[in-house]
């Protein structure tokens, strides 16, 4: 795909077409422009992802081509799952 940008929904979806029960686990994204490296809940509190997110509380994860610096960098989000508390 050739997008620039995905959204915090779009995520969730694809996750939960892969077979990930967001009742069951929250996702995390691991960010590094903001901060020196930390995981980033998306959307935590929905739980099914053919639900529409507020558009202000949704995240917009760049895909990006290149590091500031112009090297090319892989076009990917690295995802972590967490447990949800019972």
């Known amino acids: 795909s050739s997008a620039a940008s995905a959204t915090g929904l ?3 979806r ?3 077409n892969d077979g990930v029960d967001l009742t ?3 996702v995390c994204v691991y960010e ?3 901060s020196r ?3 980033m809940p998306v959307l935590r509190d929905v739980v099914d992802a053919d639900a529409d ?3 202000a509380a949704d995240a917009l994860l760049p ?3 290149e590091a500031p610096d112009g090297s090319p960098v892989a076009r990917r989000i690295d995802v972590k799952l967490f447990r949800r508390a019972a």
Do not use: K, Q, V
Request: a negative charge.
């Open 10 to 12: 779009e995520l969730l």
């Open 14 to 16: 694809c996750l939960a």
């Open 24 to 26: 069951r686990f929250y």
């Open 63 to 65: 895909l990006c081509a």
């Open 53 to 55: 997110a507020n558009d």
């Open 37 to 39: 490296g930390s995981w």
């Open 32 to 34: 590094t422009i903001a």
